[in-house]
């Protein structure tokens, strides 16, 4: 019997690395909505990283693997004194931003959280324009920014609206990785051939499983996720930038890409055929729609999926708040990708499973009749037994119309109901949400909220002048966009 033979010809690079890296260096965004959305999503983003200051089990990762390192034109991580290098100064402020769960969402066959690019973004931005002054050359400015936000955001947003990582089991900072790759080597100067290179990279470097945001492993990885995909990102365009061949089969190479290794379960949700189960479906071309369609996080630090149940609880608070002894069952009317990924009983072992329990935030905001971090530390639960009395009192119900118009392009709502019953036979009415606050559906009266948001972060961390001079600053667009990186960054430091 003779052995077989490999070909060793080298191929082209995959067809999705090159549709990807056509995106980044040519695609010019024309759309005003991205622009100014782009820019609440900075706001927004930023506000979340300085609140999550406000936690040891946060700050107690952030600073210089070794103590005392100095970086010339070092990049800042916002609301701190560090100047790190570039790929530690991602990892830090991607994970402030992620920490509290408040940055923005992205729902579709896959979920995520595109703002989690910034940390990889403003990193690189602010080394880069130190670098540049310090040569004489002129910095980056703001603008370089947000164009670096809304392509980030459209890279894993698309390639989230058919294609689910976390239905073989992957999880979703995949993505982050990717698209932080993407756009920081462009920022550095990457050619066409470089910015291929660092893709392929990017998808053969082994991903993260989602064990760490599901029963009973849930835990704070998932709160660092995205800040060590970022950081990751930014090493991975460092490496492509200094020469490293690339990978061109990095997706499709038979047995040994990322097609056949990690993403060869067929998605039967999505009915796609047999030929194409391996690979990525491309739903729609790359431009700016998921930043004009991103999801805010406005009134509660919680799970997307369970925004609008907070909302329902707490209009139902009023009703129920002198009756939670009297109540005999809850029902929670929800879409299955709620049920799938938040739903669950039994004790709740830290913050991070508390956030990523859907009965959990609903049973804060009917008892309390709000939901904020504080609520989930171990001191609250533990001094509130009514929490889980309620949430034993709960039935979880999937509603195939509210699973229907989840995945509907023309509606992706994120509906939750709840109905209270008591012990005499009497309920509420059932209050049903089928758009958050923070959807394009309700995007002026978001916007609003968004900013009192934004002002309350930038007050837990600077002096009412300096809170006020960054907030002014970021709500005028052409001073904002025309901004150099390297000053804008000064303002964030304490």
């Known amino acids: 019997m003779s052995a077989t033979v490999e070909t060793n010809v080298r191929p082209d690079y995959d067809d999705e690395l090159q549709k990807i890296a056509d995106y980044v260096l040519g695609y010019r965004i024309n ?24 936690f040891p089990e946060c700050t107690k990762h952030l600073g210089p693997l070794v103590e005392g390192t100095r970086v010339p034109n070092g990049a800042r991580v916002p609301g701190t004194s560090f100047r790190l290098d570039p790929v530690k100064a991602a990892w830090d402020i991607g994970a402030i931003i ?96 470089q910015l291929l290179s660092a893709l392929s990279h990017a998808w053969v470097d082994g991903q993260s499983l989602r ?19 970022t950081s990751r990102g930014v090493r991975l365009a460092d490496i492509a930038m200094r020469g490293e061949m ?21 998605n039967k949700d999505l009915a796609l055929k047999p030929e194409s189960a391996r690979r990525f479906s491309f739903q729609r071309d790359f431009g700016s729609y998921v930043m004009e369609h991103i999801l805010f996080k406005i009134s509660f630090p919680a799970e997307f999926h369970a925004q609008t149940a907070c909302e ?17 069952r809850i029902v929670l009317t929800t879409h299955d990708s709620a049920i799938r990924i938040i739903s669950k009983s039994g004790a709740l072992a830290n913050p991070a499973d508390r956030d990523h329990c859907l009965q959990y935030m ?57 109905q209270v019953f008591f012990n005499d036979g009497s309920a509420t009415d059932k209050v049903a949400v089928e758009y958050p606050i923070g959807h394009r559906r309700r995007r002026e009266e978001g916007i609003r909220e968004l900013e009192k948001k934004f002002r309350r972060n930038l007050a837990t961390r600077f002096p009412h002048g300096r809170s006020d001079e960054i907030f002014e600053l970021c709500k005028t667009p052409a001073r904002l966009e025309a901004y150099p990186v390297n000053k804008f960054m000064d303002l964030l430091m304490i």
């Not at 927004?44 to 200051?53: I, K, S």
């Not at 239905?167 to 990457?190: P, Q």
């Not at 690339?246 to 060869?264: K, R």
């Not at 329902?312 to 005999?328: E, F, K, M, W, Y």
């Open 362 to 418: 609903t049973a804060v905001p009917l008892a309390f009749g709000d939901l904020v971090a504080e609520h989930y530390e171990d001191d609250f639960h533990a001094s509130h037994p009514i929490i889980d009395q309620l949430r034993d009192r709960m039935e979880v119900v999937e509603d195939e119309n509210y699973s229907r118009d989840y995945h509907d392009p023309e509606k992706r709502s994120i509906a939750n109901a709840i």
């Open 312 to 328: 329902a609880a707490v209009t139902l608070h009023p009703q129920v708040n002198d009756r939670l002894g009297d109540i005999s």
């Open 211 to 229: 064990t760490y945001r599901h029963a009973p492993n849930a835990g704070s990885r998932k709160s660092w996720a995205a800040g060590d995909a």
């Open 98 to 193: 992620r920490w509290l769960d408040y940055n923005d969402t992205w729902l579709a066959a896959e979920w995520g959280h595109p703002s989690d690019n910034l940390g990889g973004i403003l990193a690189v931005a602010d080394h880069l324009s130190q670098k540049k002054l310090a040569e004489g050359g002129q910095p980056l400015s703001m603008r370089d920014v947000l164009e670096a936000m809304i392509m980030a955001h459209e890279i894993q947003g698309v390639l989230a609206l058919d294609n689910s990582f976390n239905r073989v089991g992957l999880d979703h900072v995949v993505l982050v990785k990717v698209a932080t790759t993407a756009v920081t080597a462009k920022m550095m100067g990457a050619n066409r051939e």
């Open 246 to 266: 690339g990978i061109p089969g990095a997706l499709t190479a038979p047995q040994w890409g990322f097609y056949d290794v990690l993403f060869s379960q067929t």
């Open 31 to 54: 759309s005003s909505e991205a622009w100014d959305t782009a820019r609440n999503c900075l706001m927004d983003t930023l506000g979340c990283g300085l609140l999550a200051l406000r």
